[in-house]
């Protein structure tokens, strides 16, 4: 609708009212134009109200590192990183047997528990997944003497070469401590599971690959060498570990032999997972995938990263077809 004020005037035309001067001219035939999209003040969103989510996603996948984001966006054939409300998500659809998995990943701010937990209330906030991935690397516990046998320190145990791959459904977070007189350290070690239907997953997967899964290298001059893929236990605490005589690896092992390698955020994953299961609406399924890039020693460097970055996001793809 429109209506014309007619020109034949002069002085000050006010179409909004005595007191208001919108929609106001002046001068010599003067006129005014009011149309349905101007008669109304525009209405603008709250910076404060939370968004939509931008369509749910099936898979929410969470990395650390930017070599881990680029291992995963080559992996799985994800689009760059865009800016959503000042984070950055890489979407996609990624194809497999049993269907088309939608997913988005995004990377945390920084390394650690604390981190982790804010990444995966942002993919909930804005995607809702049914199902989140941690993936990256990880330190390997292959090679840790066990304390008070002689001669433990030179077989590796599964999972503890670089490039090998761990699919964990069980945590042990080892951060969770009291100090006694001396600067004793008593640890009291938290163990969660992930949701049966995805333990469940998991077990079909390596029963049809086998176990351990073996696969090719995925990075240049890798290519010809096989990696195995294990489902094993990780420890989970706020140390970067680089000894292999450390405290926190005796302790890891007499608390379970079979804990395989080391993070410091699977911990934080499990944590969110139990605390957001209170809330009324779907609670994600969870699994972590690490690739191991070092032993966790006096050895360890970035030397393996792109390795294992790569090698543990082929896992997930190949985990796909069974999550879904």
Request: aromatic letters at 6%.
């Amino acid at each position: 609708m429109s209506f014309h004020q007619s020109p034949n005037n002069s002085g000050i035309v006010n179409m909004g009212g005595t007191n208001s001067f919108t929609n106001t001219t002046f001068g010599d035939q003067a006129k005014t134009i009011v149309t349905s999209d101007s008669a109304q003040p525009s209405q603008t969103q709250s910076p404060l109200a939370p968004s939509e989510p931008d369509g749910r996603k099936d898979i929410g996948i969470v990395t650390i590192l930017p070599v881990e984001t680029r291992a995963v966006i080559d992996e799985l054939g994800l689009d760059r990183p865009r800016k959503r409300e000042g984070l950055f998500f890489s979407t996609g659809k990624v194809p497999t047997d049993s269907g088309t998995a939608n997913v988005v990943a995004t990377q945390t701010l920084g390394p650690g528990q604390r981190s982790v937990m804010s990444a995966l209330d942002h993919l909930r906030h804005h995607f809702s997944p049914r199902l989140w991935v941690l993936v990256g690397i990880g330190g390997g516990l292959g090679n840790t003497p066990t304390p008070g046998v002689e001669g433990t320190g030179t077989a590796p145990t599964p999972g503890g070469r670089i490039g090998d791959v761990i699919v964990s459904t069980r945590i042990v977070y080892y951060d969770a401590r009291k100090i006694t007189a001396a600067d004793r350290v008593q640890r009291r070690g938290e163990e969660r599971q992930a949701p049966a239907r995805v333990v469940h997953a998991v077990n079909t997967y390596f029963t049809d690959q086998g176990e351990p899964a073996v696969f090719r290298g995925r990075v240049d001059g890798h290519h010809k060498r096989s990696f195995e893929v294990h489902h094993g236990l990780i420890g989970s605490g706020e140390a970067v570990i680089a000894h292999q005589d450390s405290e926190v690896r005796h302790w890891l092992k007499h608390y379970n032999d079979k804990i395989m390698a080391v993070d410091m955020e699977s911990g934080g994953l499990s944590q969110f997972w139990q605390e957001n299961s209170v809330r009324g609406d779907h609670n994600p399924d969870w699994v972590v995938v690490r690739g191991i890039s070092d032993g966790a020693d006096a050895q360890k460097n970035d030397d393996a990263h792109e390795l294992a970055a790569h090698n543990a996001a082929h896992v997930v793809r190949e985990l796909f077809p069974y999550l879904l």
